[in-house]
């Protein structure tokens, strides 16, 4: 055989063995479970300025487990943290007992303006349809023109309606702690503190059911007073937050989602 016919043959079936291991990585790579990610991504409304809201179900979560938990970063544009946990729960897969949803950013235009308001200057944590209450256009709790008035506001309402979440955790700072909402028992409240070192306590001098609690148009009191089998609580990092402990409430968020003995 000539030397340049064994070369030929040679590099051709250098060839065919690289394609096949390319090929192999390829079926290999949509065949098992990613590390992590959204497994299913939904678009649940738009901001005042476009940007979309989207919920993901983490990759690895069942589906309709009747007892998902929904983790949202921010409603504040000026309280980033909770992104930081949502970035951490996106980089693992969930155990396939759990079903997590998160919305890494639910004000994304106070994200980029750095206000925790939105783009109209409407804090939409006083803006949604529950014991809504108008107030000075020019205070940072702006509650809106009237009650849900605000794009961002109905996304959240939307998610909600169409993931029905048991348990809901929503990120704020800058108070280092865990709410207990007043419509509810403390227990996950509680739970959440054994785990994250983070204290449980009722908005001060409030407690837990109390008439007194004087927030109007939350999300939290609109989901617990809308929704009886879902329980909404707010979980309040500090002004700073190391990373390691980013890393512990993500892990706290695991726990919550794979614990159904701690509904309310
Ligand atoms: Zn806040």
Redesign the pocket.
């Known amino acids: 055989m000539k030397l340049w016919l064994i070369v030929i043959e040679g590099a051709l079936a250098a060839l065919a063995i690289f394609a096949g291991i390319w090929a192999f990585q390829i079926w290999q790579d949509s065949n098992s479970p990613k590390a992590g990610g959204c497994q299913e991504t939904i678009v649940v409304g738009k901001s005042v300025n476009g940007v979309e809201i989207t919920a993901c179900r983490l990759i690895g979560s069942a589906i309709d487990s009747k007892n998902a938990l929904l983790v949202i970063g921010t ?2 544009g000026d ?1 980033p943290d909770g992104k930081r946990v949502i970035d951490k729960l996106l980089t693992q897969a969930v155990s396939k007992e759990s079903e997590i949803w998160v919305i890494r950013d639910g004000n994304p235009d106070g994200a980029v303006l750095v206000t ?1 308001r939105n783009a109209n200057r409407v804090d939409i ?1 006083r803006n949604f349809p529950i014991k809504w209450e108008a107030s000075d256009p020019t205070a940072r709790t702006y509650s809106g023109p009237s009650p849900a008035s605000e794009p961002e506001t109905l996304a959240l309402m939307q998610a909600v309606q169409k993931i029905q979440p048991t348990r809901i955790v929503v990120f ?2 800058p108070y280092a702690q865990i709410d207990c909402p007043p419509e509810r028992p403390a227990t996950i409240s509680d739970r959440l503190s054994q785990i994250t070192g983070y204290k449980s306590e009722c908005i001060p001098g409030e407690k837990s059911g109390s008439p007194t609690n004087t927030y109007t148009g939350t999300f939290t009191i609109w989901v617990n007073s809308t929704f009886p089998d879902t329980t909404a609580v707010t979980f309040e990092l500090g002004l700073t937050t190391l990373d390691a402990k980013i890393q512990t409430i993500a892990k706290a968020m695991r726990t919550l989602a794979a614990e159904t003995a701690y509904l309310p």
């Open positions: 409603i504040h309280e925790r944590n704020h700072q």
